[in-house]
Structure formats: structure tokens, C-alpha cells
């Protein structure tokens, strides 16, 4: 890829926008979307908003509640920040026991108000809100289907397709919810809403994370549990493959739609995704995440003056490393998270100068100093390169890049926005060709077994530690291609 395209990539509207994610500037990958859960509690509303906010890194492109007061809904979206699109007066006018909450990243549907979630639709039994995280691989065949028999979609959303199946269906919500959810393949964590029921269900390999809480006697779901901290909640449990809990005025009814598959949770949650002080699978993340800087340094020590982390998922990590080697863990990286809101288009020169807004090396730390540091992938190496290269120009005598996890060779289908392989640095040159384009002393990933024994948890006897590594090895634990459409991003 030449520079003129990636300097273009950096100019878009987007690239100053506080609240584009990590990934404005960066070429990493894309969170999906996150969802937030209350049943039985007088205050859905507010600590839905207080959810939603813990999960903003998960999306921040659209964010929504929809509440039940047992007889009609209310609810409110908005494109922006949770702090951006709900004021107290919106709360206040959310009045109700039950709710579901979304924070939405996208790329399969457009970025517009009418696919902000919750979706919510009026149909013959009353009404009906969805959330989710994730994404329908065979979404478009179904919705093709849908459409040849009938069916008017409102949105570009495939989240959308299951309301429909579930419209469609003469069984009642429940069953036509498990009906609906046999027929979808991918990675998703749904939430479906109506006046008087609220569904939790998750993908039948557990692709995407959802998990449980009790707040008194009221039920909370949410993406991680970094969002129930937040509102005082206690953990439970996580919501397990191919379940389905049902909640209503009997309380709490665990079920299933289909059986169990393989346990795929996304491996990328452990490494970047998901909050450093969430737990996932009985796994602490910051923990998992200095396991896998430590078994970095058994697998690939190399001599150096200071460890280093890239800000601010790869801290852990870093530290994981310094503890293992005994070399010093210094902040030779920082990030400005406050770069706000411009619009001016910079002269040519000043391009290059964009990316120490965001990010810059710490001279004094790193002057003179031969440097590890730790990162947790390559997508298409124009980041890597940039962050050495901002290392070289603060002093830096060498600099060795160490990624805590495998090279990043398949695109993901689950709800991850990933470019296509083609763009992808690790699926057309070798570890060698890629340490020369990003201009490191070396360069080396943690193999799969090391990560594999770095995540733990619950599931680490089962088959590939209970993990989804399709990027890293292109094993997909479900079909991937229906009627040769090939779906990549978020659906949610
Ligand atoms: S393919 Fe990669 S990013 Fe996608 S769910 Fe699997 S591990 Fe996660």
C-alpha cells in the first residue's frame, strides 16, 4: 500500500473526532458493539446509562435505551457518546423495571439513526426491542428470503432479520425467539424485549461475550462486567453457548435453543477488545494480558534497556514482559485521549505530524535506549511502522516489537471490523519481510499455544482453550459462506 493512500486514510472527517475510537488514525481493528441488560429494577433506565457508559469503548457511534413499564415501551437513541445523546430529562422521561442498552460500532449497516439499537418494532403480540453484539453470517440470505415473501425491512441492519423471524412466527415469543435464533449462524449475545419478557441468548460456540448479574433482586446482563462495577452489581455467571434465558414475572428461567457447539469465545477480546478490569470466562483481562507479556519473554527474550507498552491496550502486557525479563517497564508511549474535535485539513507536511496528536514517545525514557515494545497485532503494519518510527525520532538505539498475539492472517466474520486478507500485512509476507517494513531490530508474535496457556479461565482444557483463533489459523467454528456471499464487520 503506498503512502499517498494511507495519508489519505488519516485526512478523512472522522480522523480528530473524539469518540471514533481507538482506530481513527490507527489501522487496528474495530470493536463491535456492546449490550447492557436490566430486568426488576425501578431505576432500568439509569443504570442502563451507567452500563452503557463502562461499555463505550465497545461503540461509539450510537448509543440507546428502550424501557418497559410492563405495558408500553419508551425509549431514545442518538448517534454520539452515551454522554452525548442522553441528558437527565431523557432518563427521567425512561420510566420502567426492564430495559436493554446498546453502544453500536458498524460496518455491515449503515452509520445512521435508523440502525441505532435497540431496534424496536410494534408487531401482533405488542412490541418488541432487540440488541446485540456481534454478526449474522447468513443474515442476507435470510433477509433475501424474507423480502421475496414480504417482508418490508425499516433498517439496513441485519439485527433486524430476527424480528422478523420471530413476526412471522405463529408459536408464541418464546419459542418463536428459539425458532428464530436455530436459524442464525454467526457470533452473536442478543437481547429481545417485549412488555411483559425480557430474552438473553447467546451463538451456540459462545462467540461473542455476555455475562450475568444480581443487583438486589433485579437481573443485569451486559458485554463485560466492568459495567456492573460500575452500578454495584455482583457477577453471577457467563451467559453459555447456545443459551437462552428467559425472564418474566417468574422470574428467572434458564433454557436453551440449541446445543452446545465448540467454545469459540474471540480470542481478540483477551487480547484488545474488552476492558482490562473485566473478567471473561473466569479470566481476569489486565492478568490474561500480563500472562501473555510473560510468555512473550519466555518464548522471545531479547536484551533491551526498557519495556514499553503502545497505550492503552498493550500496558498489561508490557508489564507482563518487564516482570519476566527484569527489565524496567517505563511509559516510553503516551496517548492523548483528548485530541477533540477539528476539521482543518493539514498541508501534506503536516501529516506525518498527525499521528504524535494521538500518540507520543517519551524522549527522556527512551533517548539512547535499546526498546521492547509490546503491542497486541498487525493488521496492515502502517501503525507498527509509524510507532517505531516515532521511537527512532525521540532517540531510541533499537527498537524490538513484540506482539502478544499470533500474525493477524484472516478476516473475522464475527462482528469484528477486519480489512479484507488482502490488506492484511500477515497473509502476504513473511515475519521477516514484515520486521523490515516496520522498520524494527526484530520482530516476533506469541504463538498460538502461548496465548492458548496465557488466557486460562474456565474452558483452557478444552479444544484450543475454549477459543475462536480463526484470524490467527482460519479454523472458523461455523459455516462462513452461504450461497458464496461472504459477509465481514458488525451487524449490530
Ligand atoms: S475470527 Fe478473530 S476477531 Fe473474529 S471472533 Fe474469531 S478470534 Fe475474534
New binding site residues.
Given amino acids: 500500500m503506498s503512502d499517498e493512500i494511507i495519508s489519505e486514510r488519516l485526512w478523512t472527517g472522522d480522523y480528530y473526532n473524539e469518540g471514533t475510537g481507538r482506530s481513527d488514525i490507527f489501522d487496528t481493528?474495530k470493536e463491535e458493539c456492546g449490550v447492557f441488560g436490566v430486568f426488576g429494577h425501578p431505576e432500568a433506565a439509569s443504570l442502563s446509562y451507567y452500563g452503557l457508559h463502562a461499555l463505550q469503548h465497545r461503540g461509539e457511534e450510537s448509543a440507546g435505551i428502550c424501557v418497559s413499564n410492563g405495558e408500553e415501551f419508551n425509549y431514545h437513541r442518538g448517534m454520539g457518546l452515551v454522554k452525548e445523546v442522553f441528558d437527565r430529562d431523557k432518563l427521567m422521561s425512561l420510566r420502567g423495571e426492564r430495559s436493554i442498552g446498546h453502544v453500536r460500532y458498524s460496518t455491515s449497516g449503515d452509520s445512521r439513526l435508523t440502525n441505532a439499537q435497540p431496534l424496536v418494532f410494534k408487531y401482533r403480540d405488542g412490541d418488541l426491542a432487540v440488541a446485540t453484539n456481534g454478526n449474522i453470517v447468513n443474515a442476507p440470505q435470510i433477509r433475501r428470503e424474507l423480502e421475496q415473501s414480504g417482508s418490508i425491512f425499516q433498517t439496513t441492519s441485519d439485527t433486524e432479520v430476527i424480528a422478523h423471524l420471530i413476526a412471522r412466527s405463529p408459536k408464541d415469543f418464546v419459542e418463536a425467539a428459539k425458532d428464530a435464533l436455530q436459524r442464525l449462524v454467526g457470533?452473536f449475545a442478543f437481547l429481545l424485549m417485549t412488555n411483559d419478557k425480557l430474552i438473553v441468548a447467546s451463538d451456540p460456540n459462545g462467540?461473542r461475550p455476555l455475562t450475568m448479574a444480581k443487583l438486589g433482586d433485579a437481573y443485569l446482563f451486559s458485554s463485560e462486567t466492568c459495567a456492573f462495577e460500575v452500578v454495584g452489581a455482583q457477577s453471577i455467571r457467563d451467559i453459555l453457548p447456545g443459551e437462552l434465558l428467559v425472564l418474566d414475572g417468574n422470574g428467572l428461567h434458564e433454557d436453551r435453543y440449541t446445543a452446545p457447539q465448540r467454545k469459540?469465545l474471540?480470542?481478540?477480546?483477551y487480547i484488545y477488545f474488552s476492558r482490562p478490569d473485566s473478567d471473561l470466562n473466569g479470566s481476569n483481562l489486565h492478568a490474561a494480558r500480563k500472562r501473555m507479556g510473560q510468555m512473550m519473554a519466555q518464548e522471545s527474550f531479547v536484551d533491551a534497556d526498557v519495556v514499553t507498552g503502545v497505550p492503552d491496550s498493550s500496558i498489561s502486557a508490557a508489564i507482563g514482559y518487564a516482570e519476566q525479563t527484569g527489565i524496567p517497564y517505563e511509559l516510553g508511549l503516551i496517548k492523548n485521549k483528548y485530541t477533540g474535535r477539528t476539521f482543518i485539513q493539514p498541508s501534506q507536511e503536516l501529516r506525518e505530524q498527525g499521528v504524535k496528536m494521538k500518540l507520543s514517545a517519551v524522549r527522556r525514557v527512551v533517548e539512547g535506549k535499546r526498546v521492547v515494545m509490546i503491542d497486541d497485532s498487525i493488521v496492515r503494519g502502517t501503525t507498527s511502522r509509524r510507532i517505531v518510527n516515532l521511537l527512532r525520532d525521540a532517540g531510541a538505539t533499537e527498537v524490538h516489537v513484540r506482539i502478544t498475539s499470533p500474525p493477524f492472517k484472516?478476516p473475522?466474520?464475527?462482528?469484528?471490523d477486519?480489512p479484507d486478507r488482502a490488506e492484511l500485512i500477515a497473509s502476504y509476507k513473511t515475519i521477516d519481510e514484515i520486521r523490515r517494513e516496520i522498520n524494527a531490530d526484530s520482530l516476533e508474535f506469541l504463538s498460538p499455544e502461548g496465548l492458548i496457556q496465557a488466557v486460562g479461565g474456565d474452558n483452557a482444557s478444552d479444544y484450543k482453550g475454549g477459543?475462536?483463533?480463526?484470524?490467527?489459523d482460519n479454523d472458523?467454528p461455523t459455516r462462513t459462506s452461504f450461497e458464496g456471499e461472504e459477509k465481514f464487520g458488525c451487524s449490530c
Fill in positions: 481493528l457470533g462467540l469459540a474471540c480470542a481478540m477480546e484472516n473475522c466474520f464475527y462482528g469484528i477486519t477459543l475462536c483463533m480463526a484470524c490467527f472458523y
